[in-house]
């Protein structure tokens, strides 16, 4: 029998915010007026780990196992008609923790019966209750052996004055066996690491890249490019962000909080990987954000990549070109190439990375990073030293200076492949930019080295999808004798309509890609015209498939 039904129906049924299962702990709904518990005993781990194997797809669950945390979302349940919840998981070793969100949309004409967090005239004294455990139809199943009493299913009464006490915070508990379960209190530091590793890992079984603390505000994290605050989480005064900090802080970087100066370091947290801290003091005193690098890369495949964008992670010398605007995901791009080729190949691979985010183990390659922290000049040092260790494979995370894509061009014409990543908004962009990097005097030469050695390029952008979350429209161009000939004799105001034509061979505008979401409903049809870079073509575009643009065509 499934329980997620009775789990649901817990969360409406008390008006709750969210359902929390916690192994070892009792399972509880989170409300406006407080912690109410489900049950009077803990889950055990096969409890836990059953709700999760119903609640979560076979490829959710992969990516709990392989990365320790993941999301889903319920929507379309016939029997909570208008309600929608997220699944959130993660795990670190036997400790598991689920958190069902529930996302509650009112009718613009419904009004609550009663004011919130208010107790009904006639309870009085209004003394608020400590958590009640209540049991809702189906959640016994949740422990194998049958409950010791009805009793045990039965909501307690209410306690006298005489006998309550406190309600604990309405927390998810950490993730990790820590200190905090012995039976002696551990001291302030190890109280301190626990609160962060908690935060982290609430962060990152969201989906969050980036977790905030500040002073006088709640902590905040970053998903899918938007903040948010945690809700379930106190305010912050200036002396808890200061613990945190000075816990996790080298010594070194001490006396930089102490004056007001930034400082970054690296820490590493088991099961949930490296995290690239740094910290700062504004008006409101000392705080800190975090930045939490994935523990594996992220594969061509769950990045959705097509064929012949693979096919260029296969080429044994060339330039391919990752753009895309600011936070767009070109990182997280030619990290997933990268890790084709350390499947696929056996090369050196040298990468040079402002700062390393995901770190790449040995498979069929040998791959190498480097971080390179100043500006263009220390990259182009990197890049020297690093061409002399005789690479089959270069990647340049960014490329700003017409010194540095020399170096690259040169690379290729000996025989290499090599990625960059350069800022633009479409193809015709990040070429035309490479270009203008150089003097007047030696565009022409340039134009020529592009058209022998380019392979390719790939131009990302990030769109908001429409029940959440965000995916990746790619435009391709493949350099075929039409796209070289064009880059050649400097006509590159004619690369769109190249593009256009390519289709056969591969080639995607970016408007073709943006077009499909609109269509399919995954994306609205402002937000793609918004990253439309054409968007008098790309209204063309879905008229043509009979897709109706009045509402933004005025913005035409």
């Known amino acids: 029998m499934s329980l997620v039904p009775s789990l649901l129906r817990a969360i409406v049924t008390i008006d709750g915010d969210a359902l929390v299962l916690h192994v070892g702990d009792k399972p509880y709904v989170l409300s406006a007026s407080g912690q109410v518990d489900l049950a009077p005993r803990g889950l055990t781990y096969d409890a836990v780990a059953g709700v999760i ?40 070793g036997d400790d598991v923790w689920v958190e069902i969100r529930r996302r509650h949309q009112i009718s613009a004409g419904e009004l609550p019966s009663e004011p919130p967090n208010e107790l009904p005239e006639e309870s009085t ?63 302030l530091a190890a109280q301190a690491l626990s609160g962060l590793d908690r935060l982290l890992r609430l962060a990152a079984a969201r989906g969050a890249s980036t977790l905030y603390l500040s002073s006088g ?35 070194r970087n001490a006396e930089a909080l102490r004056t007001g100066s930034t400082s970054e370091w690296i820490c590493d947290f088991p099961d949930l990987g ?28 769950q990045l959705g990549l097509s064929r012949e964008i693979q096919e260029l992670a296969a080429e044994a010398e060339g330039l391919v070109l990752v753009a895309g605007p600011r936070s767009s995901g070109k990182r997280t791009l030619m990290s997933a190439l990268v890790d084709l080729i350390n499947r696929t190949r056996h090369a050196h691979v040298i990468t040079i ?9 040995r498979a069929s390659s040998f791959v190498s990073q480097r971080e390179a922290h100043g500006g263009a000049d220390e990259m182009l040092d990197v890049a020297r030293a690093a061409l002399r260790e005789d690479p089959d494979v270069l990647v340049l995370e960014s490329v700003r200076s017409a010194e540095l ?106 408007n073709d890609a ?3 979401f609109v269509q399919s ?36």
């Open 217 to 251: 505000t709640r902590p905040s994290i970053r998903v899918d490019g938007e903040l948010q605050a945690l809700e379930s989480t106190p305010v912050l005064g200036p002396n808890d962000v200061e613990s945190l900090l000075l816990t996790l802080m080298p010594e």
């Open 405 to 510: 894509m020399n170096l690259a061009l040169d690379a290729t014409a000996s025989g290499r492949l090599v990625i960059c990543g350069f800022p633009a908004h479409n193809a015709t962009g990040a070429v035309d930019g490479i270009i203008d990097l150089f003097p007047p005097d030696a565009r022409r030469q340039v134009q020529i080295a592009l058209a022998q050695n380019l392979r390719g390029v790939i131009v990302q952008v990030l769109l908001n999808k429409t029940g959440g979350g965000r995916l990746a429209a790619r435009e391709l161009l493949l350099n075929t004798p039409a796209v070289a000939s064009v880059i050649a004799e400097g006509k590159t105001s004619q690369l769109p309509l190249v593009l256009e034509g390519g289709r056969k061979h591969g080639m995607v505008p970016l």
């Open 125 to 187: 004294p209004r003394v608020p209750l400590a958590p009640r455990p209540m049991e809702f139809p189906g959640v016994s199943a949740l422990w194998s052996e049958s409950p010791a009493s009805s009793e045990s299913a039965a909501i307690e009464s209410p306690q006298s004055d005489s006998d309550y006490e406190p309600p604990q915070p309405a927390v998810v508990l950490p993730l990790t066996k820590s200190p905090m379960r012995s039976d002696s209190p551990p001291p």
């Open 353 to 361: 990375e402002r700062e390393i985010n995901v770190v790449h183990e």
């Open 274 to 301: 490296r995290v690239r801290c740094m910290s700062f003091r504004d008006h409101r005193g000392p705080g800190g954000v975090f930045r939490i690098m994935p523990t594996r890369a992220v594969t061509s495949q």
């Open 514 to 516: 943006l077009a499909g």
């Open 521 to 556: 409903g995954a994306v609205d049809l402002r937000e793609a015209f918004q990253r439309s870079q054409d968007r008098a073509g790309f209204l063309a575009t879905l008229q043509r498939q009979g897709i109706d643009t009045s509402s933004v065509e005025r913005f035409a």
């Open 53 to 92: 194997a119903q609640l979560l797809p076979e490829e959710s669950q992969k990516a709990l196992q392989e990365y320790g945390a993941a999301q889903h979302e319920l929507s379309d349940l016939a029997e909570f008609p208008g309600e929608h919840f997220n699944v959130v998981a993660a795990r670190g």
